[in-house]
């Protein structure tokens, strides 16, 4: 058997390219339609690059003993021609055993939670993922050569000489890697469109790569070939090839809008009940006001007792307004209109389940958000304190508002049962202890980008009964 090339160096860097890809493609993935809890790092796609190191020691070993293996199987085989493709056969899936168990290892780490379970998951999909891309791209080259002998032949032996052809399937590969790794970054994950596709369309997708997969191989091995066979064959070619890559992202993309749909419509159903009880209030601050600017009136007739000798009235009239314009006045100020009546709103809502509330500190100058934004992250973190407050013993919400020389630091703190998993509050697809998970479970994500849409930090914290959210916001 020949020692390895260049040229064969060059192909196994490629075909190593092509894996690392996969092997991240998979992860955007799992992130962006699967809601897996990753976060993409640095380290992390530096560290994938250690396949090279790994690849290439097992090529080196296996370049010093491919004598010895090429010597077994042939009198194993009693063949040659049968021992020389048989060992490279033998040689290529050691390669790609030592490659899937570095994806495993690398997936083990880079998963959060269920560690091992995840990366068996992200594994089986990198397996299935790299053999059909490039079963697709060698049955389209067969398809398009009229699936003769000779191209049968030729790919049949995965070890032939045909450097041209496995030049090209390396580089499709590549291209098409490059593609869909782009779309995924670009797309979903940049832009932070992540989605949780329904089981439902995860079973579809599965279904129709495997129905596409197996209708490529009907046709290969037919011992008679017509042009008319030569024509289907082309067409076949091009059609499946297109069909079995561009529809599966046709079906992600209609089940991800739809889901994104659902999603968005109870958001907005939510935020606007939110909003329309805060204009009511501010409708009864609004006559609030109003029977303040009386007051002027309510003290001449005071006055008025006075000058007449009317004490005991006077006084009692006195201390009746007083009362008055104690219970009308504001019992929550927080430096900022729109936050006030959230915090008013919802400590009405404590008040009706006995949860203890304090609210200590101003953020001066107010919050340079839209009343959307501000109803969006504190409404919801309030509704989530007192949903955990509401099943402990001695309930209780703490709001503390300080301000540092560049940030508003937000703390709201509340009693829980246990000590809360901070890992999992923000996954990209929510967590919720709720049943209905479909629609629940978004509110700590969506707390998490409205404050980072205006360069902000969200960060949870948690220990035996307590649990604290602390929202930063730039001044």
């Known amino acids: 058997m020949d020692k390895i090339s260049f040229f064969d160096i060059l192909i196994g860097l490629l075909s190593n390219a092509n894996f690392v890809l996969a092997m991240i493609i998979i992860v955007f993935v799992a992130i962006c339609f699967l809601g897996r809890n990753i976060k993409i790092t ?13 690849t290439g020691i097992v090529s080196v070993v296996l370049f010093f003993v491919e ?3 090429l010597e077994f199987f042939t009198r194993l085989l009693e063949s040659p021609e049968d021992g020389e493709l048989f060992t ?39 397996y299935g993922y790299y053999y059909f891309i490039q079963t697709t791209i060698y049955n389209s080259a067969i398809y398009l050569s009229g699936t003769s002998d000779e191209m049968l032949n030729m790919i049949s032996n995965v070890v032939s000489d045909n450097n041209t052809l496995m030049k090209a399937v390396v580089l499709i590969d590549l291209v098409i890697d490059v593609i869909i790794l782009a779309i995924l970054y670009f797309v979903f994950y940049k832009p932070r469109k992540i989605f949780v596709i329904k089981p439902l369309y995860r079973v579809i ?39 079995s ?49 009386d007051i002027i009136n309510n003290l001449s007739l005071a006055k008025m007792m006075l000058d007449e000798g009317r004490v005991s009235e006077a006084d009692e009239h006195i201390s009746e307004l007083l009362g008055n314009i104690k219970s009308l006045s504001p019992k929550y100020v927080t430096g900022d209109e729109k936050l006030d009546l959230i915090v008013s709103m919802k400590a009405g809502k404590m008040q009706e389940k006995e949860i203890e509330f304090k609210c200590d500190g101003v953020v001066d100058g107010g919050l340079d ?61 929510g ?11 978004f509110g700590l994500r969506n707390i998490r980008d409205s404050v980072e849409r205006h360069n902000g930090i969200v960060k949870a914290e948690s220990e035996e009964g307590l649990f604290a959210l602390t929202i930063m916001l730039p001044r």
């Open 205 to 243: 997708f599965v279904i129709w790569i495997f129905i596409s997969s197996l209708i490529m191989y009907i046709p290969i091995y037919s011992t008679e070939i017509t042009d008319r066979y030569r024509l289907l064959s082309t067409i076949v070619g091009i059609l499946i090839p297109s069909l």
């Open 245 to 293: 890559i561009f529809a599966p992202v046709v079906i992600v993309l209609i089940a991800t809008e739809r889901s994104l749909k659902e999603k968005n419509e109870y958001q907005e159903n939510y935020l606007k009940a939110e909003l329309e009880y805060i204009e009511q209030y501010k409708r009864s601050q609004t006559e609030t006001r109003a029977f303040r600017h």
């Open 67 to 69: 004598d010895d293996l």
């Open 431 to 441: 967590f919720t202890s709720k049943t209905d998970k479909e629609h629940h479970g």
């Open 42 to 54: 640095r380290g992390m796609i530096i560290s994938s690059l250690f396949l090279f190191i790994i």
């Open 88 to 126: 490279g056969y033998v040689e290529v899936e050691i390669i790609n055993a030592f490659a899937f168990v570095f994806a495993f290892v690398f997936y083990l780490f880079a998963y959060k939670e269920k560690r091992l379970i995840r990366a068996l998951e992200a594994t089986i999909c990198l």
């Open 369 to 429: 958000m839209k009343p959307m934004e501000i109803c969006g992250i504190f409404a919801n973190a309030l509704d989530n304190a007192i949903e955990a407050a509401s099943d402990t013993k001695n309930p209780f919400v703490d709001m503390n508002i300080k301000r540092t020389d560049k940030f508003f630091v937000i703390k709201i703190a509340n009693s829980c049962i246990g000590i809360v998993d901070t890992d999992k509050l923000f996954m990209s697809s």
